[in-house]
């Protein structure tokens, strides 16, 4: 599904990602975990391709096709869905509204027809049922005086109404409490099927006690330092980064 191949990024002239490579196979849930400013943040913005970052070398290959110069609207109609791409207040559009817009956008631009009314209504609902949203806030405008835990649950649902083919979730380092978790898991683990990937990116590894992945990295200053399976981020939340970094040293 997504071959990353040596790929470097900079902001400002100052290189923040020195060269990452990854491979997501459809079907596999990765986990990439580091230390803060290790670039990870940077990295899942390159992928959806947001503006502010320069690739100056490698390659994004997404189903087969070099995405590095798409931008980040092309790349989501393609199927790439990056959480916290649209956190922005907008007054007097529902949630309902909003998603109906974006998920017709993306037939729209793969030639399908806009999904027929019947079909989104049930479709909304059995989203909102599995994620315990109800009613009322999905009336609500997007975004507006919303809490960070609705913020959260808005994101998860936009996401499994959007059905990506890879969905990447950052989780900023913000404390989110267990109630927003365990939305995060239950969106997740509903998208969980064998065409589907997931990137999940966390600083800290209590998500994945939600969300078992098949993969863990780990990045420090830029580079993929270390891989392994779910025990890998059991090892780092008993010892911290500190062993990784200094293994990479001898
Ligand atoms: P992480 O998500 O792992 O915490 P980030 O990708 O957010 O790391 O940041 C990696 C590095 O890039 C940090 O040193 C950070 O200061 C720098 N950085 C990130 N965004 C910007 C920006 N908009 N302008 C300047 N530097 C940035
Ligand atoms: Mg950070
Ligand atoms: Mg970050």
Known sequence: MLKIKNLHASIEDKEILKGID???NAGEVHAIMGPNGSGKSTLSSIIAGREEFDQTQGEIIFEDTEISEMDPDERAHR???????????????SVTN??????NAHRNANGQENMPANEMLKKIREKSEMLGIDRKFLSRSLNEGFSGGEKKRNEIFQMAMLDPKLSILDETDSGLDIDALKTVADGVNSLKSKDKSVLLITHYQRLLNYIVPDFVHVMVD???VKSGGKDLAKELDERGYEWIKTEKAV
Do not use: C, W
């Open 222 to 224: 830029g580079k993929i």
């Open 98 to 103: 909003f998603i109906r817009t974006a998920i």
């Open 79 to 93: 199927g790439i869905f990056l959480s916290f791409q649209y956190p922005v207040e907008i007054p007097g559009v």
């Open 22 to 24: 990854l491979e997501i």
